[in-house]
């Protein structure tokens, strides 16, 4: 089964706001890394954030990790028409393999 | 630079048919490489695994088969597809530790008629 699950399930909002999804996983993890995929393609890397650290912050993305909770969140700040994608979880399991959630759909709307 | 090319970008294949599925990487050396397959609407499950030349682990059941005969050339195939075997196939590549972030190609989107 797999490890991680993004809530929600899709999410809209209008260009400039922020946007928050969340991300809930089961077993102890060493890192967390989040993903973005635009339509019909391939993931594209975005942030990876270690089992010791809480916080992390890449251009307008804030990342949070509360191991205590097992769960992560994943910030976009004044998003943009651009965001507009899916946004996957993905925590890490046995050697270098890594379980992925079924996604948050976000749409931002010029 | 690291490149990973996978091809094709579509494919339709009628049931009962073979398939091979191709990924390239070029710009490093040694890479993990990965075979997935995403539903509609899902995240993606983890199909073949490999570390090396010839070191092939499979992590679910099925009518699918994964190769790499070469370091950075990692082909699936199957006999005989069944019409369950549609989907979005992903090849990815990632080095060293699970520290390391997976780069992804753009994906096959295979269709079973």
């Known amino acids: 089964s797999q490890q991680g699950e993004e809530d929600p399930q899709a999410l809209s909002i209008q260009e400039g706001e922020n946007a928050t999804m969340n991300c809930s996983y089961k077993?102890?993890?060493?890192?967390l890394q989040w993903y973005r995929q635009n339509s019909g393609r391939g993931l594209v890397h975005l942030i990876l954030?270690?089992?010791?650290?809480r916080e992390k912050h890449s251009g307008r993305l804030r990342v949070t990790l509360d191991t205590s909770k097992k769960s992560s969140s994943l910030l976009i700040t004044a998003s943009r028409a651009a965001d507009t994608a899916s946004y996957f979880c993905?925590?890490?399991?046995?050697?270098?393999?890594?379980?992925f959630g079924t996604g948050t759909s976000l749409t931002v709307i010029p | 630079s690291q490149t990973i090319h996978q091809w094709p970008a579509t494919l339709v294949q009628p049931v009962g048919s073979p398939l091979s599925l191709e990924c390239t990487v070029e710009?490093?050396?040694?890479?993990?490489l990965y075979w997935y397959r995403q539903a509609a609407g899902r995240g993606l499950q983890l199909l073949f695994y490999s570390v090396g030349i010839g070191q092939i682990s499979s992590e679910v059941p099925q009518n699918l088969s994964a190769s790499r005969p070469q370091d950075r050339q990692f082909i699936l195939s199957s006999k005989k597809l069944l019409l369950s075997d549609s989907g979005f196939y992903l090849c990815?590549?990632?080095?060293?530790?699970?520290?390391?972030?997976?780069?992804f190609g753009d994906g096959t989107r295979l269709s079973i008629l």
């Open positions: 077993t102890s993890i060493n890192n």
């Open positions: 990815a590549w990632s080095v060293g530790t699970g520290y390391q972030p997976q780069h």
């Open positions: 710009g490093t050396s040694n890479p993990n």
């Open positions: 954030i270690r089992s010791n650290e």
């Open positions: 993905a925590t890490d399991r046995s050697g270098n393999q890594f379980y």
